[in-house]
């Protein structure tokens, strides 16, 4: 199993440009979470899914948007980007069903200028 | 919604003395409490977890006690390495499948 993939590792954007930062678990896992960590700080909850289909906000969801079409990918999408999203981005994911250990992805290191 | 506190923000030992760092959390809900380790540039990692119905979990040189009447919990690590060097977090939530909530994290640097 790869457990949960990010792509890319490293990203610059310009102030206003859009992208999409992909995650993907090949554990069958319902649960997938989006953090992200900014430098000297704890990780907050910007969005998750507790299956295909179904997705909620977290504490920070402001300028973010996310799906789920499948049980394996949890694409995060920052539209008009602004320096405040400046963040190491992580995806998680859990099993359920008893299993509580959050698998993390490597990150996402993005920069806006 | 429930709230962390971790304590200290940085904590230096000698090596093979113990560390212990400590956390709060708000909502009396929250059953699942785990502790990350994470290394510079790298992602959490898991190094242990307890549940409610638990006091105290020990895992080799690591072990996390429960107080929930108190809403605190703590992780003591004995005979500290220069390897344990890194920044842990502590977390909480409702049960394991619900999002954690985050501590902002202990940078503990062990010196030899």
């Known amino acids: 199993n790869a457990g949960v993939t990010q792509t890319p590792k490293f990203r610059i954007l310009k102030i206003g440009q859009s992208m999409t930062l992909q995650c993907a678990q090949d554990m069958n896992h319902n649960y997938m979470y989006w953090y992200r960590q900014d430098p000297g700080m704890g990780l907050k909850l910007i969005y998750y899914?507790?299956?295909?289909?179904?997705?909620d906000k977290g504490e920070v969801p402001n300028g973010y948007n996310v799906s789920r079409s499948t049980t394996e990918d949890f694409p995060l999408r920052l539209e008009l980007a602004a320096p405040s999203q400046t963040s190491v981005y992580f995806c998680?994911?859990?099993?359920?069903?008893?299993?509580?250990?959050?698998?993390f992805g490597p990150g996402t290191r993005l920069t806006v200028t | 919604g429930e709230n962390v506190e971790q304590h200290p923000s940085t904590l230096s030992v000698q090596e093979g003395d113990s560390a212990v760092i400590k956390c709060t959390y708000s909502d009396s809900a929250s059953n699942y409490f785990p502790w990350y380790k994470q290394e510079l540039g790298k992602r959490p990692q898991l190094i242990i977890d307890i549940r409610s119905n638990v006091g105290e979990k020990k895992d080799q040189r690591i072990a996390v006690t429960l107080n929930k009447t108190a809403k605190h919990f703590s992780l003591h690590i004995t005979e500290t390495q220069p390897e344990d060097s890194a920044v842990y977090f502590c977390?909480?939530?409702?049960?394991?499948?619900?999002?954690?909530?985050f501590g902002k994290g202990t940078r503990l640097s062990v010196i030899a």
């Open positions: 899914s507790v299956g295909a289909g179904i997705t």
């Open positions: 998680a994911s859990v099993a359920g069903g008893g299993h509580y250990e959050q698998y």
């Open positions: 977390a909480a939530s409702h049960s394991g499948n619900t999002p954690l909530v």
